[in-house]
């Protein structure tokens, strides 16, 4: 019988380089600031519709709302939105998004696919990864040699993305969170992504995806993810931002052995990059964010 396994554990040096990260500026002594006025109370509502229009020229979505209880009823609107949700935005689409009432406009923020096959994909994948964590047991930690989990998530274009779609190709795959604090942590893991994906194709390395999955999936919208892209000038051409269920998300970590700590507005975790082969089988791992490039290369051309 296959030994349970306890996955490797980094997160107490996670936390040490947190807890340096965020205790540093107060060990030195400060004046005190000056008072600044209280900024305004913004309120926030649930919104369902449908996108009428993109209007890149304002940075704003037209939507055709249904009632928002509290505060007005359905009609169609002009929104603010991010560059993100702005880019991947399309006509006919159903959404669910927070309306954010600000002083200067009104706002739509955590923007949501909302049609109804979308959600039937998720919610079926999430429930059946739930099921496979949950047999599994405790050796739901996958070691090498077996199969990478089923999984259906969102990317940052707002599509379904099964991870059946990528077999046949090898994967490099890791976790991030947009919002993480600690440059050592998830940007570091991000450049060497990047850098790794530009070194195998300039070695010839084909039919590889890398994949990099939300630990914050709450925050982490498939328009802040296009965004995160977009402003680190990275190429999607290969590279799938996933994002979706909290749920599957978590089953996702179980058996890939990442932990994740909330809290507050940021995320304690431990990190790994995965080397998925073409068979759909887990063929590498390493813990941590310091990873070689060069390693993932060579690699990715063996196949």
């Known amino acids: 019988m296959k030994p349970s396994y306890s996955p490797p554990v980094r997160l107490a040096a996670c936390l040490l380089m947190a ?22 109370a913004e309120k926030r509502y649930p919104l369902t519709g449908e996108i ?32 993100g949700d702005l880019a ?10 927070e309306l954010v009432v600000r002083d200067n406009g009104l706002y739509l923020e955590k923007i949501w696919p909302d ?12 429930k059946a990864l739930a099921q496979d964590t949950a047999m599994r047991g405790r050796e739901a930690y996958r070691e090498i040699g077996e199969n990478l989990p089923e999984f259906t998530l969102l990317d940052q274009e707002g599509r379904a993305v099964a991870g059946s779609r990528f077999r046949g190709k090898q994967i490099v795959l890791n976790f991030i969170f947009t919002r993480c604090p600690i440059a050592t942590m998830c ?16 070695a010839g390395a ?35 931002f996933l994002t979706g269920p909290d749920a ?29 082969n073409a068979e759909g089988k887990i063929s590498y791992r390493v813990d941590g964010s310091t990873w070689l490039v060069e390693d993932f290369v060579r690699r990715l051309k063996k196949g």
Request: aromatic residues 6%.
């Open 115 to 126: 049609d109804a096959a979308t959600q039937r994909a998720l919610d079926a994948a999430a």
């Open 187 to 202: 940007p570091a893991s991000t450049q060497r992504m990047a850098a790794l994906q530009k070194a195998a194709k300039e």
């Open 88 to 97: 991947i935005a399309k006509p006919g689409e159903h959404i669910r998004a």
């Open 248 to 276: 599957a998300v978590r089953h996702l970590l179980a058996q890939l052995g990442i932990i994740r700590e909330f809290e507050g507005n940021t995320i304690k975790h431990t990190l790994a990059t995965v080397l998925i």
């Open 206 to 240: 084909k039919d590889f995806e890398l994949i990099t999955i939300s630990l914050d999936p709450e925050y982490d919208t498939p328009g802040v993810l296009k965004e995160y892209a977009q402003i680190r000038g990275l190429d999607t051409s290969n590279w799938s």
């Open 52 to 83: 009428v229009k993109a209007d890149v020229e304002h940075s704003q979505l037209i939507v055709m709302h249904d009632e928002i209880k509290g505060f007005m009823g359905a009609m169609t609107m002009e929104f603010k939105v991010s560059k």
């Open 19 to 40: 807890a340096v990260a965020w205790i540093a500026p107060g060990c030195a002594k400060q004046e005190a600031p000056a008072a600044v006025p209280a900024a305004p």
